[in-house]
Structure formats: C-alpha cells, structure tokens
C-alpha cells in the first residue's frame, strides 16, 4: 500500500509546525558579520603580492627556472603519451 500526502506550505510554517526555532535573524546578522570582516580583509590584502607569492609557490619548489621547466616538461610527457620518461628515471 502507498500513501502519498502533499503539503502546501512555506519553510516558516513548516518550522513553526515542527517546532523548530526561527533563525532567520541570527542568520542574517551572521552573513552581515561575515560581509564585514571578508571587505577589511580584502582591502588589507595587497592583491600584487598575494598573486607573485601563489605563482612563486605554483612554479618553483626548487626556484623560477627548474620549476618552469619541471612544468614544461610535465606537459611534454602528456602531449607525447607519456612516451618519454623523465630524468630521474
């Protein structure tokens, strides 16, 4: 046997008839909070050095130009198939 019950409601009467506290409030003072501090975050970032530091750290763990041709060299393999091997190999 299946049953099926349809309920037309909105989400506020369905938490007020499952006794479920409002958080509408909370929640939006909490996003205004967030708001805030992410915007003074953000202006005290110096966008620049945030971008050189990520590309320095991407590209070279053993500084600019072995990391730059590990990179190079990593995308040479896979448009070959993979057929060449590697130096340390």
Known sequence: MKITLNVDCTPAEARSFFGLPEIEALQQRLLE???TQFENNLSAMDMHKLSESLMK???TPGGPAPGWERWQELFANMASGGAK???GD
Do not use: V
Request: aromatic share 12%; net charge positive; glycine share 0%.
């Open 33 to 35: 909070k967030m708001e």
């Open 57 to 59: 750290n991407f590209l």
């Open 85 to 87: 091997k590697n130096k």
